[in-house]
């Protein structure tokens, strides 16, 4: 689905990313890389592939759209390094022509020297456009659009005999976008539905606004 944001155009992608055409710039956030290792090393049953589809669909991702520049909006690794690592930097090496920019969010802890050593830039805080603010926590944005993560945003459907189901989502409200987990290891926090904002269901193959 493409929609227009301060005259530019974005398309709003099942994959769970956000891309900006003109700049070639593919945007995604709450990776959490490495949760299912850190969940393991602290005694909980996690399935030792159980994310081991964030890798294929991110690999599927960066190959289906070829962006030339790819923001993380924090959360990318879940905690301290462990030996994810090894399956991140062999993913990111497949992809020289992309610039890597991770925008650092509260999970994320690793030494910045070994994001440099992939030529990932590491940014602390935000970056920020004539027209955009890009952060892992809302922000403060005026008339500027902010693209956040952090919240895992998710909305909840209803149907007949009392059947629901909750389903991943972007937020739009008060010049805030939020963009859904991409990790496969992340919970949902229910948005609401009102005339203040508008709510994109992630569907598995498409994008429906509410």
Partial sequence: MQIRLRNSDFKLLPEKAI?????????????????????????????????KNDYENLHKLFTKIAPRKVYFLGDLFHSSINNDWVYFARLINEF???????????????????????????????????????????????EKINFVGHIHPGICLSGQGRQSVTIPCFHLERNVMVLPAFGVLTGLYRMPVNNSNRVFAVLPSSIREL
């Fill in 19 to 51: 891309y900006k055409e003109d700049e070639g710039l593919l945007i995604l956030a709450d990776v959490h890389l490495g949760k299912g290792s850190h969940f393991r090393k602290a005694g909980l049953p996690i399935p030792i592939n159980a994310q």
């Fill in 96 to 142: 020289p022509g992309i610039a890597f920019t991770l925008i650092k969010g509260n999970h994320d802890i690793i030494n910045t020297e070994l994001f440099r050593e992939l030529d990932i830039l590491v940014v602390d805080d935000y970056i920020e456009t004539e027209d955009f603010i890009y952060s892992h926590e809302p922000l403060e944005p005026g």
